[in-house]
């Protein structure tokens, strides 16, 4: 189906809203950053429908970003890393099963905001009345959908997710909050607690898959001593993977290395109770701006308009006229000279700026 609008389309697009009643499915499992900016997309959906229960696939790694939140009925563990060998036989009976699963909620709408060939799939399991997606999705995920919307809203991802929802009828609702599970702030504060230093901290998370992403370490370790000679603990962040990025940006004493060893609901939890955090264009950038949190987001390989904290432009360093064309360009690692414009005394300019204006909630 083609977008609704023109001719007949407002009454055609009212009597499906109107089917819609029943229970709602939210398929966006990963990125872990890309989850933390599709809060407004589950905001919108309970404020079209306000009775409706609201599940969400989510990579199971990633369950706790959207656990405790009280518009989520269900958060759907989805197995993506064990099943990566989906040749394998028992890979394939676990995803029958999920299918099967899947479907026996009997959902009325599911909407597809990945738009690959594993959320395609996931949208198709459904057999849900309004099924929602891109028409031009990648990987034939496009295939899985019966409602299909052109791309557009850009250049924003969270704008473009909207406009998908706007085209199939549901307003869109700009409310970006993230709610961290109470379980995982309690074991925050106890690991908190244990700290050596009970200062007002700092979280950096220096660390980037993408090589064209990063800070230069010695510029972290700057940053670090610096914010530490103001009295401020610095904690580092880091996904288990990234250990040796976050030991080459330590200081060389004072600071905190938490890479790997917090869940990722404890890792929200320490972004929550931050005075500032800073980082590169990565997943703690969006969890930060999601909790309301000062940030500083350091930006040279990506385009802080596609891909900056949602709705927080001013809390962006980036070197003017850099950003690339191309949205798949930070694959490059020679873009990393990008990042080397951007200087130490410029990120601790906006960190001053980011602490007088404070949390924004």
């Known amino acids: 189906m083609e977008n609704p609008r ?26 872990l950053g890309d989850i933390c900016r599709s809060m407004p997309v589950l905001a919108s959906l309970r404020g079209a429908f306000p009775e409706s229960a609201i599940d969400w696939v989510v990579q199971e790694e990633f369950v706790d970003v959207v656990r405790g939140h009280p518009d989520v009925a269900q958060a759907v563990a989805f197995p993506r890393n064990r099943w990566r060998k989906w040749w394998n036989f028992r890979v394939m009976q676990e995803a029958l099963g999920f299918g099967q699963k ?43 959908a019966n409602e299909r919307y052109r791309r557009r809203g850009g250049p924003d991802a969270t704008e473009i997710m909207l406009a998908l929802l706007e085209d199939a009828g549901v307003p869109p609702i700009r409310d970006a909050k993230i709610e961290v599970p109470s379980d995982a702030v309690a074991a925050w504060h106890v690991r908190r607690n244990a700290l050596p230093r009970q200062e007002p901290y700092a979280v950096l998370a220096p660390s980037s898959r993408w090589k064209s992403k990063r800070w230069p370490a ?38 905190t290395d938490l890479c790997g060893v917090i869940s990722v609901g404890q890792w929200l939890a320490a972004i929550q109770g931050a005075s500032i955090v800073v980082a590169n264009d990565s997943a703690a950038v969006h969890a930060a701006a999601g909790l309301g949190r000062a940030l500083v987001g350091i930006y040279g390989a990506t385009d802080p308009a596609a891909v900056g904290p949602y709705r927080r432009s001013e809390s962006v360093v980036a070197p003017p006229g850099v950003a690339p064309s191309d949205p798949h360009a930070y694959r490059d690692d020679r873009l990393v000279q990008r990042m080397e414009l951007v200087s130490v005394e410029a990120v601790e300019r906006k960190v001053d700026q980011e602490l007088e204006r404070g949390h924004r909630w």
Request: proline share 4%.
């Open 6 to 31: 023109g001719k007949g389309g407002d009454y055609t697009l009212s009597v499906r809203m109107a089917r819609t009643s029943g229970r709602i499915l939210l398929i966006k499992p990963s990125a």
């Open 102 to 144: 899947i479907r026996s909620n009997k959902y009325s709408l599911a909407v597809d905001l990945q738009g690959l060939f594993r959320s395609g799939w996931i949208l198709h399991s459904t057999h849900a009345q309004r099924r929602v997606g891109w028409k031009a999705a990648p990987e034939f995920a496009w295939l899985g």
């Open 218 to 255: 010695e510029r972290w370790k700057v940053l670090a001593e610096r914010l530490m000679a103001r009295g401020m603990q610095v904690v580092m962040v880091g996904a288990p993977g990234e250990s040796e990025q976050i030991r080459n940006a330590m200081p060389r004493d004072g600071a």
